[in-house]
């Protein structure tokens, strides 16, 4: 994968996590459901115009500059499957510190796995994963996490929200959904 796209990727992705929980926190869980709902359907509508060829200027760039190669087949997935991650886990949990922790293993651990693995990564443990970026992303997530939890939920909960990184599943429904269930087991 191009290094550049996937850093550009990541800050988009911490960028747009911020403002999903600053949404959150300001519209509760109820609207922030809607609107993560909403953002998953016009998002639907708009990779389907661009797969039909439809003419969107700015969106077609914007994919272009954050797309990766073997995405082509459903434009805008990355943004597609985030939204519906957060979708179900505004819908599954309730607890409102239960969904921050969710929201920021599967935002700031994501993105600082990445940058870890792209930039120092050299122990390779599946694909595209490396041992230093998982270390990342668990390092930030129970950093922040430790300003919800105790630390042992902090630790727990970015160790298992991170290791859901390597679930055949993506990443952006697997790591809020686990995270979330590790953190309301132990919290």
């Not at 459903?74 to 519906?84: D, I, Y």
């Not at 599967?106 to 600082?112: H, L």
Request: proline fraction near 3%.
């Amino acid at each position: 994968m191009n290094k550049d796209v996937e850093m550009r990727r990541q800050v988009f992705h911490a960028v747009i996590g911020s403002i999903a929980i600053a949404v959150f926190l300001y519209a509760g869980r109820t609207n922030a459901m809607l609107f993560t709902g909403i953002i998953f359907l016009i998002g639907c509508l708009i990779s389907l115009l661009i797969m039909r060829e439809a003419k969107l200027p700015i969106i077609s760039s914007a994919l272009k500059y954050f797309g990766r190669e073997n995405e082509k087949h459903l434009p805008g997935k990355g943004a597609l499957m985030f939204a519906l991650g957060l979708f179900l886990l505004l819908m599954l949990f309730q607890r409102t510190e239960i969904i921050i922790g969710a929201m920021v293993v599967a935002v700031y651990g994501d993105a600082a796995s990445t940058f870890a693995g792209k930039s120092i990564g050299r122990i390779r443990i599946w694909q595209e994963y490396t041992l230093e970026g998982t270390l990342g992303g668990i390092a930030v997530s129970a950093l922040l996490l430790m300003f919800l939890f105790p630390v042992y939920v902090a630790i727990a909960g970015a160790v298992v929200g991170m290791l859901a990184e390597l679930l055949p599943i993506d990443d952006n429904i697997s790591i809020p959904l686990v995270a979330a269930t590790a953190i309301t087991l132990l919290f």
